[in-house]
């Protein structure tokens, strides 16, 4: 089952489906995001320059997760354009409800159901070569590709997990330590 009650917290292991599901999601924000360009026309949004990249924990190979898909939408400029996306995936149930300007990023959440809310998707929407585009993709790659870090990372989850379960905020707060720390020995792997 895909997706969280607002606040809860519970770890999953790994499933194979949840890279289907970014495939299917990624598909309907694709169109979403053709029908609004057509609607405005090209001055809004090149499409071909936008990645739409599967990140977070679902997208590392055999790592446990919450059960919510988080996709990365990546663009070559943030600017005004950029207000377009909220209102594009709207119909798909998306809400905007975190931004940086400055740091070149919106956060939209997907998932209201029977009046209740329901999280089954995130997505970042982010200005290529920024910090949070970077650090994504690092966090990302190096833990499919370091057993060790991805079975720490998975240890302190499912610990943090048990801690916050009903504390979204604090989990993810809490988290960030790990993060960090393994963000920062990606980048020290990287010095070639």
Known sequence: ???????????????????????????LVLKELRNEIERFGEIAIDIESISIIHVGSTSIKNMCAK????????????????????????PLGYQQ?????????????????????ITTHLYHIVERGSRKHKDYLLLRDFLNNDEQYAKEYKTVKKELAAKY??????????????????LNIAKQNLVV
């Open 1 to 27: 089952m895909l997706g969280l009650n607002h606040n809860e917290v519970r770890i999953v292991p790994y499933n194979k489906e949840w890279s289907k599901l970014f495939e299917k999601e990624k598909s």
């Open 165 to 182: 379960q009903n504390d979204r905020p604090s989990y993810s707060k809490a988290k960030t330590e790990i993060v960090e720390k393994l």
């Open 67 to 90: 059960p919510i898909i988080d996709i990365m939408l990546v663009l070559e400029n943030f600017d005004w354009h950029t207000s377009i996306i909220p209102l594009a995936l709207a």
């Open 97 to 117: 409800i975190a931004w940086d300007i400055s740091d070149g990023w919106l956060f939209l959440v997907k998932g209201i159901k029977e009046n209740k809310e």
